[in-house]
């Protein structure tokens, strides 16, 4: 039943089992693998890997879109398989061990890894592991859920395994454009002008030679893990909503917006949730991921096309959408992550970004992966990428975690990732910091006063205004800008036993 | 004799003193002027406005391409007509009442003003105040030694001022490239694929009956304020020098490198100058300033073409080229700076981009405006720009201040402008830290190896090293990280008495 997707038929003698596939990988080499966020992962290789690491020990360099499904992460850092990873990860299995310091873990901008891997200066890739739909009569390689870097990586490895999955439908055919940068110099333009636009192939084109192996996989998507909208969460979007109102009638934005992109997770997902119930239409997505809520807006007739590198959906909507792909493929699109994160085109598109904060400062420096300043979470993924060259960049948190022991406004973020420059609007629950155009002092008080919880709220202007009083364009008491991190991590709270945050002056 | 140089008749009963155009200034406008790297600046009308400010009081939003010459900051600042000043400034006054709270600053990305502009998101400007060498026979400006935000100021301003300065040699006339991204939707790509590529008209069209007034200026530019080259920069060229050679050895680069972009200041310029002395040849530059440095390359036959936003010189450099102007204007070419800044155009060229560090931490992350953190310098500028979308982002800083006082190399920066995302290679006199595809805690070895001063280096060493006992990828002990910061800020100095940086452990 699998021999009709693999349409060269000189390629059909490259079957083989995941182990031998697997056999292939050897210590040290550098690995670029398919998956992002979940979508379009390997399925068998990785694990025969890991297996096969248990009597033969290895150790690999390994790329990916992003994160991968399947607790692949996991089972490869159990097996001690991995030395080096970038440029993203989700998984706490791993994320203990790059926080430990045995893997070695490079956080990139998404959309820069393909740009690096060209010029030679990261890499080079020895083997890809790409998982696809089909393969052409050129032997073309048909992506699957996602597209990722898994084009770069064919184009450059030494050697291809191609894993074919079965699940998913041939119908995907015809939904990926598959386009690069010209090599430099005189490098083109990317000709990319509209979110519906097609610039490429259907298909990965590659040397079929450098096919060595295919495995056969049955095998669906690991199921998105974003929470559904909660009361919170409607509030942050209702609060954007309003904002983008007054937009409309201010002349700036027409009720078609622009092009929406949101980050992978649940605020930015329920936030998208709630462009359903706004006053605007005929929206359109330019983003690195697909959401439930992208489906649920093209399914509400809301939205008309939407653009990314991969989908990752819940088990339903993601049923609902592979068993009638003819459909939904007239009004979706997914490319190489170096073209869906790329500055010019987003700088050109003008993208209403949304992005979700770990933690921000009273004057808007955003920090999207380190608690604490030194522990990873998952990686800065596409948010600089899209912050910094939006039509408007908008960072969702709720305002407070772990039960209100930890404030997301703080009075100086530990680690930056997307500095005050990148950041023009903050929303949390509570409201909404319209920061365009407003010098740092200015910011301060819109994020306080709009955005805090109010637990921690006269605790930071207190900080502010003691800050004020040492003058600067962003004033800081630098001994006290992290005393509530450092209380949280000694005490599991920022709040004192009196409720009261922990840089209260003692006199107080 | 000035006659000539208005080519629209109809435009020569405009010509008024400098007082009359001040007087068309009313309180609470937003005026944009001319004006990038103290090049190309109006020298007469914002004299006549602080003049007017001490009987007729008026407060104003300031916006430039950069920052501007002739103490016109120092003047508008004192004369207190200054409410808000975007994007970047220079000047002492000014920042002192920045940092005073008096005045409000919005520290952008020099590459996006334009763009906030045009959306609406800040402005509308009120009133343009162009230098320009000459007005064409549609009443199109011709500007003089940069473009900066003029084109855009022009176009956009209800009203426009000119200052016709017959300082500037005729010959200035197709010097300039003058070309807007197209407004929203449907936005094309921007054509320029080559550095010395035009795209546009050699004057800034608009129409003529916005021309409210010309006023006759006769005044050179300020001259550049950047030292020559000393031995530490010396050093710091010999070391970047030495890395681009072994990149052309490995085939990454060729002998013509890529294109050069060089921030504004002593030590940027000082690196630029070091490759007269190497082995590369028809260099190429596409920056936002032309320094000195870029002449002496031109000169000696090592850089065929040049592009910027401005051209800031020494006196005698300055002359040279104003009086030969016609043997330059064939390897220079000046643009707005939206285009010499554009994420487009950078990262399709692939520049090899060299921008100073105020501090950078062992992590590799860049402050490149607040001393202490807190109180601003001059700004962003283009850095972010630049160093985002750069081939190769090399950070360039002494490693020592005030006599070795001031390490610049700490264990946290106490502000971010440019993340370890953007910083790929970071010199200083003592060597050079090659960052790319390293994860933080191998960038930390680097820097703190090869840049640091010796009198810090141990102390950086043993920073790092008990942070690594607390884990993280990005470890920090978070009570420790500023504590160089404030004992210079309590002490003069970030040495204690008995000469060891001011984090050493007692016991120690």
């Not at 709040?495 to 002056?505: D, M, Q, S, V, Y």
Request: proline share 6%; with cysteine; glycine share 8%.
């Amino acid at each position: 039943m699998y021999r009709d997707r693999i349409r060269l038929a000189a390629l059909q003698d490259r079957i083989m089992s995941a182990d031998e596939a697997a056999g292939l990988i050897r210590d040290g080499m550098t690995v670029g693998m398919s998956g992002f966020t979940r979508a379009g992962d390997c399925k068998a290789v990785p694990v025969a890997l890991a297996r096969r690491a248990a009597t033969d020990p290895l150790q690999i360099t390994l790329i990916t879109g992003a994160s991968l499904g399947h607790d692949t992460d996991k089972i490869l850092a159990e097996s001690n398989v991995l030395a080096r990873r970038l440029p993203f990860q989700s998984d706490a299995t791993l994320r203990r061990k790059i926080n430990g310091g045995e893997v070695m873990f490079i956080d990139q901008h998404l959309g820069e890894t393909a740009e690096l891997l060209r010029s030679g200066q990261i890499g080079p890739v020895d083997i890809a592991v790409i998982e696809a739909t089909a393969i052409t009569e050129t032997g073309g390689i048909v992506p699957t859920t996602s597209v990722g870097n898994s084009a770069s990586f064919a184009k450059m490895a030494k050697q291809v395994i191609i894993e074919l999955n079965l699940n998913m439908p041939s119908g995907l055919e015809g939904l990926h454009d598959i386009a690069f940068p010209v090599q430099r110099p005189y490098r083109q333009p990317i000709p990319l002008i509209a979110v519906e636009q097609r610039i490429g192939l259907p298909y990965i084109p590659i040397d079929p030679s450098r096919i060595a192996a295919i495995v056969i996989t049955q095998r669906d998507d690991s199921p998105s893990n974003a929470l559904p909208p909660d009361a919170e969460t409607n509030q942050i979007a209702g609060h954007l909503n309003a904002l983008l109102e007054r937009e409309v009638r201010a002349g700036r934005l027409s009720p078609t917006l622009q092009p929406l992109q949101a980050g992978i997770g649940t605020i930015a997902n329920a936030v998208l949730h709630g462009l359903a119930d706004s006053p605007f239409h005929d929206l359109t997505m330019y983003s690195e991921v697909l959401q439930d809520s992208t489906i649920a807006l093209i399914d509400a007739g809301k939205m008309r096309f939407a653009s990314a590198a991969s989908m990752t959906l819940s088990a339903p909507v993601y049923r609902r959408v592979l068993d009638n792909i003819e459909h939904y493929k007239s009004k979706l699109v997914l490319r190489p992550q170096e073209i869906s994160n790329h500055p010019e085109v987003l700088r050109r598109l003008g993208l209403i970004t949304i992005n979700t904060a770990l933690e921000c400062d009273i004057y808007g420096n955003v920090n999207s992966t380190h608690v604490g300043g030194t522990h990873m979470m998952n990686g800065i993924g596409g948010s600089g990428d899209f912050a910094r060259n939006a039509y408007l960049s908008v960072f969702v948190t709720k305002s407070v975690a772990k039960d209100g022991k930890i404030s997301s406004i703080v009075p100086m973020v530990t680690h930056v990732d997307n500095s005050e420059h990148d950041v023009d609007i903050l929303v949390t629950e509570h409201g909404l910091a319209d920061l365009r155009g407003l010098a740092p002092r200015e910011r301060a008080l819109q994020v306080i006063n709009n955005c805090t919880d109010p637990a921690y709220r006269d605790s930071l202007l207190d900080y502010y205004r003691r800050a004020c009083l040492r003058g600067g364009q962003t004033p800081h008491v630098l001994e006290e800008a992290f005393a509530w991190h450092t209380h949280y991590r000694d005490h599991g709270t920022m709040l004192t036993p009196a409720g009261k945050p922990a840089n209260e002056p003692l006199a107080a």
